[in-house]
């Protein structure tokens, strides 16, 4: 069963969007929303409020990525910086690894992941061209 619904912040002034309107689509997500929205270092954050063109290597075709999180935040030093937060399973960021037998599974486990490349390189990109910084968020950030 998908785990999703709507967030309401605490702080709704911080949010960059219709804070009545933020969707997660996992535990992990709702888990980054309530550190965004309570960290007094974090200055302004978005959910999905942004699109990113990529090229699918699936079908070659362009597409419209929106990554998870962008976020203004201010560091320890008082810098202030802006990060792009992407919220995968650490398996999906990874190849998948080879099995004995191509079972369907592995086909898809195989397409997630040049999508994700493709969408990722996209964001990197993105990020670079800004002076953001890209970063994947996984269980082991999460603590899980």
């Not at 998870?68 to 202030?80: A, H, L, P, S, Y």
Request: contains cysteine; hydrophobic residues 35%; aromatic residues 12%.
């Amino acid at each position: 069963m998908a785990y999703s619904g709507l967030f309401k912040p605490k702080h709704p002034e911080k949010y960059v969007g219709d804070s009545n309107n933020i969707v997660y689509r996992s535990s992990w997500e709702v888990r980054v929303m309530k550190w965004l929205d309570e960290n007094p270092s974090i200055l302004t954050w978005a959910s999905e409020e942004l699109h990113i063109s990529y090229k699918s290597p699936i079908d070659n075709r362009f597409h419209r990525y929106f990554p998870d999180f962008i976020v203004k935040m201010r560091t320890k030093e008082g810098i202030q910086k802006t990060m792009m937060l992407e919220v995968k399973p650490k398996k999906q960021t990874r190849p998948p690894e080879i099995p004995k037998r191509k079972t369907k599974h592995f086909i898809t486990e195989v397409t997630t992941w040049g999508v994700n490349q493709a969408k990722w390189k996209a964001a990197k990109e993105f990020c670079l061209d800004r002076g953001w910084e890209f970063q994947l968020i996984t269980e082991d950030h999460l603590g899980l």
